[in-house]
């Protein structure tokens, strides 16, 4: 995934595992080529390999290299457990010491439609899973769906929840709306934004002055069409922000909104309850599991509910004090530090 992604969950993810190894524990990561934001600054403690060079075919020697490299380190068996961090099989024929796997979500199984005919990525999961020594599963909704899907017996399979958080500090943005609701993230397939968008309209009818604020890639074109038909040019923006601006938007948000079908956790729910925002969001998933009673919760499939979730948060100041207040509460079930720590008995427990 160091080659594939450039920002993401999953890169994020073993970056602050990999940065909290400690006792005799000790970490090798094989990446040769990559850009992700998250290696390439990181400590000196990591191998962050070079940058994919710019010229045509290029992204296929990387991945070529990068295979090679892998495939040289596994062979060598100079280790004690092997940590994928993506579900390609490659390794299983030339693996010959225990191995840990960590299941992000069941998106793909779930959304089987959303993707091309030719995607190997269920048939590659199941095999990783299935072969694996130990499953991580990073919310208990998680470790239900792969016991549903594969039928695999639940005490091989260890929840460890995610942590939350970053050291990039608070970046003002200027000429921010008065108000304003934020939305995180790809706005594709299971993410449901399309009715997001038709519940933000009908609220922004009484709300006047009212923005919706969208991080990540610019609108698609179908996007823009459905923002023109529904009138909402001027009162809809997307931006990309940093880590620092992102804090920044969390802080001076009305609500966060979180309207997707499935998540496999939901780090964004941390974010804001870190950064003091009230969270609204769907009651499918883990979404309950991880917000717990820190959110205002709606049917992600009823537009109405999304309206009258969102008039609640918007109108209530009371009740913006508790869920915020509640939020911060909660966010003690949660940190870097503890999903390090359970993540390295598990090690323990396979040598």
């Given at each position: 995934?160091?080659?594939?992604?450039?920002?993401?969950?999953?890169?994020?993810?073993?970056?602050?595992?990999?940065?909290r190894?400690?006792?005799?524990?000790?970490?090798?990561?094989?990446?040769?080529?990559?850009d992700?934001?998250?290696?390439?600054?990181?400590d000196?403690?990591?191998?962050?390999?070079?940058?994919?060079?710019?010229?045509?075919?290029?992204?296929?020697?990387?991945?070529?290299?990068?295979?090679?490299?892998?495939?040289?380190?596994?062979?060598?068996?100079?280790?004690?457990?092997?940590?994928?961090t993506?579900?390609?099989?490659?390794f299983?024929?030339?693996?010959?010491?225990?191995?840990?796997?960590?299941?992000h979500?069941?998106?793909?199984?779930?959304?089987?439609?959303?993707?091309?005919p030719?995607?190997?990525?269920?048939?590659?999961?199941?095999?990783?899973?299935r072969?694996?020594?130990?499953?991580i599963a990073i919310s208990?909704?998680?470790?239900k769906?792969?016991?549903?899907?594969?039928?695999?017996?639940e005490?091989?399979?260890?929840?460890?929840?995610?942590?939350?958080?970053?050291?990039?500090?608070?970046?003002?943005?200027?000429?921010?709306?008065?108000?304003?609701?934020?939305f995180?993230?790809?706005?594709?397939?299971?993410?449901?934004?399309?009715?997001?968008?038709?519940?933000?309209?009908?609220?922004r009818?009484?709300?006047s002055?009212?923005?919706?604020?969208?991080?990540?890639?610019?609108?698609?074109?179908?996007?823009?069409?459905?923002?023109?038909s529904?009138?909402?040019?001027?009162?809809?923006?997307?931006?990309?922000?940093t880590?620092?601006?992102l804090?920044?938007?969390?802080?001076?948000?009305?609500?966060?909104?979180?309207?997707?079908?499935?998540?496999?956790?939901g780090?964004?729910?941390?974010?804001?309850?870190?950064e003091?925002c009230?969270v609204?969001?769907?009651?499918?998933?883990?979404?309950?599991?991880?917000?717990?009673?820190?959110?205002?919760?709606?049917n992600?499939?009823?537009?109405?509910?999304?309206v009258?979730a969102?008039?609640?948060?918007?109108?209530?100041?009371?009740?913006?004090r508790?869920?915020?207040?509640?939020?911060?509460?909660?966010?003690?079930?949660?940190?870097?530090?503890?999903m390090?720590?359970?993540?390295?008995?598990?090690?323990?427990?396979l040598?």
């Amino acid at each position: 995934m160091f080659e594939l992604q450039r920002f993401g969950g999953i890169t994020r993810y073993f970056i602050e595992l990999m940065s909290r190894l400690s006792g005799n524990l000790e970490f090798s990561n094989s990446i040769v080529f990559n850009d992700n934001f998250y290696l390439r600054n990181a400590d000196s403690t990591f191998s962050k390999g070079f940058k994919i060079p710019f010229f045509r075919g290029a992204g296929r020697l990387s991945t070529i290299v990068n295979r090679l490299k892998s495939e040289l380190d596994i062979y060598k068996g100079s280790y004690d457990v092997f940590h994928p961090t993506y579900y390609h099989p490659y390794f299983l024929k030339r693996l010959h010491k225990p191995y840990v796997v960590t299941v992000h979500d069941m998106i793909h199984e779930r959304f089987r439609d959303a993707y091309s005919p030719g995607d190997p990525t269920c048939e590659y999961k199941e095999r990783v899973i299935r072969n694996a020594d130990k499953i991580i599963a990073i919310s208990k909704n998680t470790k239900k769906d792969i016991v549903d899907f594969y039928g695999i017996d639940e005490h091989k399979i260890q929840v460890v929840y995610h942590g939350y958080g970053n050291s990039s500090g608070i970046s003002k943005i200027a000429d921010l709306p008065r108000r304003y609701i934020l939305f995180v993230g790809q706005r594709n397939r299971y993410k449901n934004f399309n009715r997001l968008l038709h519940a933000f309209a009908i609220v922004r009818k009484k709300v006047s002055d009212l923005q919706l604020i969208c991080t990540g890639s610019d609108f698609t074109l179908q996007e823009r069409i459905l923002i023109n038909s529904l009138k909402m040019n001027d009162a809809i923006r997307s931006m990309f922000v940093t880590d620092s601006q992102l804090n920044y938007l969390y802080q001076k948000a009305v609500c966060f909104v979180y309207p997707s079908l499935y998540e496999g956790f939901g780090i964004p729910i941390l974010e804001a309850f870190s950064e003091k925002c009230p969270v609204v969001l769907s009651d499918a998933s883990c979404f309950p599991e991880i917000a717990l009673d820190g959110g205002i919760y709606f049917n992600p499939h009823q537009i109405d509910s999304i309206v009258d979730a969102l008039f609640k948060i918007i109108t209530d100041d009371n009740l913006r004090r508790k869920k915020i207040a509640r939020g911060s509460e909660i966010l003690n079930n949660y940190s870097w530090d503890k999903m390090a720590m359970e993540t390295m008995s598990i090690y323990r427990e396979l040598v």
